[in-house]
Nanobody
Framework: QVQLVESGGGLVQAGGSLRLSCQAS????????MGWYRQAPGKQRDLVAL???????IYADSVKGRFAISRDNAKNTVYLTMDALKPEDTAVYYC??????????????WGQGTQVTVSS
C-alpha cells in the first residue's frame, strides 16, 4: 500500500501564498502521476494541478499563472506553490498519486486532505 502525508495548509489573507507538500511512502515500485485536487463545501472534487513522471504539467484554468506544481522523485514528494490566493481558492486540498506497488498494477491513492482558507 501507499501512504500519503500532506502538510502546508492553513489560513491566509487574499493575495497571500501557501505551499502544500505531500510525501508518498510504502511499497512503491514506481509513481507515474502526482497531483492535487480540491473540494469546496457542497461542490465536487476537482483537479487543481497534475504532474507526470515526465514532468508534464496540467492546471485548472482557474489557477493558471498563480499555482505551480513540482515533484521531487527522490523523495516521492509533490509540491503545490500557491500565490495570489483568492477567497474562491478556499477548499480542502487532496493529494493524489498514481503508483504501482510491488506485485500490483497501477492504482490511485489519496491523501487525507488539508484545509486551505483564504480570507478576503
Amino acid at each position: 500500500q501507499v501512504q500519503l502525508v500532506e502538510s502546508g495548509g492553513g489560513l491566509v489573507q487574499a493575495g497571500g501564498s501557501l505551499r502544500l507538500s505531500c510525501q508518498a511512502s510504502g511499497s512503491i515500485f514506481s509513481i507515474s502521476a502526482m497531483g492535487w485536487y480540491r473540494q469546496a463545501p457542497g461542490k465536487q472534487r476537482d483537479l487543481v494541478a497534475l504532474i507526470t513522471s515526465g514532468a508534464t504539467t496540467i492546471y485548472a484554468d482557474s489557477v493558471k499563472g498563480r499555482f505551480a506544481i513540482s515533484r521531487d522523485n527522490a523523495k516521492n514528494t509533490v509540491y503545490l506553490t500557491m500565490d495570489a490566493l483568492k477567497p474562491e481558492d478556499t477548499a480542502v486540498y487532496y493529494c493524489y498519486v498514481n503508483a504501482k506497488t510491488y506485485g500490483h498494477s497501477d492504482k490511485d491513492f489519496w491523501g487525507q486532505g488539508t484545509q486551505v482558507t483564504v480570507s478576503s
